[in-house]
């Protein structure tokens, strides 16, 4: 199953880049025939071999992802798919991993709660000026397969503070797309594996998160220390560094702290309601 998954991969890699095989073979210094067998999985590839199209393909920093499958250190998933980006890939595979789920991000509504016309509004602001309708789509499908993770039964626990200005002031044009927004949230927050809080007003807190949007992920494992993702422009970074991860988990505490209690979310939200 890993050959095959990484044969795919490294096809769909070569035609998002728009070459052929016989070019990718020449730019790599190899010959057709073996592009053609190492995508057709009849062949393994060599790991020098792997590399080499992942730098051609603009993936090289990606090779340890792709690496692990051929040396069958992991069983693919989902997230191994060759639609999702090789980037994104790692994140996707942590936050199906997790346990709980600590995540906040100024201004936005995070993924795992977003509607669909929210999904597609962020990915339409995240991607370059007149990006085809097939990438948007094809984000807020990404979303929609991570929310079915977290419904999954004995899935993660997910707990957010959301930010004022992502419930006030939506990316959405639609009345009835901003309301569809907010009614999910309070939904989302009577679910019992899902813990909502909402930021009180920063003159009230005194104080201000002055940082990327980030996640922490919590695994079941016994001993396995804590990830922090942050989610920047382009891609998520993957943080292990403790020091960094401690610094986000005070922060999450923080905010945490100093929002209104999870009790009092569906008051809160139900006040912020936008009209019919």
């Not at 990718?24 to 790991?47: C, D």
């Not at 669909?116 to 991607?127: D, H, K, N, P």
């Not at 929609?144 to 899935?155: S, V």
């Not at 309070?186 to 007003?201: G, S, Y």
């Amino acid at each position: 199953m890993q050959l095959s998954v990484v044969a795919a991969r490294l096809s769909a890699l070569r035609a998002a880049c728009g070459l052929s095989m016989k070019s990718a073979a020449q730019a790599a210094g190899l010959n057709t025939s073996t592009i053609f067998r190492i995508e057709h999985g009849l062949v393994a590839p060599r790991e020098s071999t792997v590399r080499i199209l992942l730098d051609l393909y603009g993936e090289g920093e990606h090779a340890p992802r792709l690496l692990s499958l051929l040396r069958e250190e992991r069983v693919p998933g989902w997230y191994d798919a060759p639609d999702v980006p090789l980037g994104l890939s790692e994140f996707l595979a942590l936050e199906h991993q997790a346990q709980v789920i600590y995540t906040y991000g100024p201004g936005q509504v995070p993924p795992l709660l977003q509607t669909r016309a929210y999904a597609e509004s962020a990915a339409r602001a995240a991607l370059q000026p007149g990006a085809p309708s097939e990438r948007i789509g094809h984000a807020a499908d990404l979303v929609a397969r991570r929310q079915e993770g977290l419904d999954r039964h004995e899935g993660p626990h997910l707990w957010t503070v959301l930010d004022r200005r992502a419930i006030l002031d939506p990316p959405l044009d639609l009345p009835e797309d901003r309301l569809a927004q907010h009614d999910a949230l309070a939904l989302a927050a009577k679910q019992p594996h899902i813990a909502v809080q909402v930021a009180r007003p920063n003159a009230e807190t005194g104080y201000l998160y002055q940082g990327a949007p980030f996640t922490l992920l919590r695994f079941p494992e016994s001993g396995r220390p804590d990830v922090l993702v942050l989610h920047l422009l382009h891609a998520p970074v993957i943080v292990q560094d403790r020091r960094r991860i401690e610094e986000h988990q005070q922060a999450f505490a923080r905010l945490s702290l100093s929002a209104f209690p999870v009790d009092a979310t569906a008051e809160v939200l139900d006040g912020m309601r936008p009209p019919d």
